[in-house]
């Protein structure tokens, strides 16, 4: 097979995984490494998948830097909220802490 169709299969599997957690490890175990033992030149499908499955994340960092200003704003309106979004977190781990805690402890 020629070398862009692992990066196709690699942004395929990388869609995968953002719809199913865990698809792309048992891909990349179960399907990738066996055909690179099996196949001649194999070394290069895990460097392949690898760059394949990153072009999207690289894509997509891209587009959020694209310009400064919108960057600068970006960060401003992080900031704004990050206090709210902390103190949410950390309510949500604690019930949920609580919920673990007073689970077992009642079994």
């Known amino acids: 097979m020629a070398w862009w169709l ?3 299969l690699g942004i395929a ?3 995968l995984e953002i719809v199913t957690p865990g698809g792309l ?8 490494i066996p055909l690179a033992v099996t196949s001649r030149g194999g ?20 587009i959020l830097l694209a310009s400064v200003n919108g960057a600068r ?6 900031r704004a909220i990050d206090p709210y979004v902390r103190a949410a977190a950390a309510i949500v ?9 007073l689970t077992y402890w009642l079994l």
């Open 6 to 8: 692992w990066s196709v």
């Open 13 to 15: 599997l990388l869609i």
């Open 25 to 32: 490890f048992a891909l990349f175990f179960g399907l990738l």
């Open 43 to 62: 070394l290069l499908f895990p460097g392949v998948f690898a760059v394949g499955t990153s072009i999207p994340l690289m894509i997509l960092i891209g």
């Open 73 to 78: 704003a970006y960060i401003s309106r992080m």
């Open 93 to 101: 781990l604690v019930l949920a802490g609580l919920n673990d805690t």
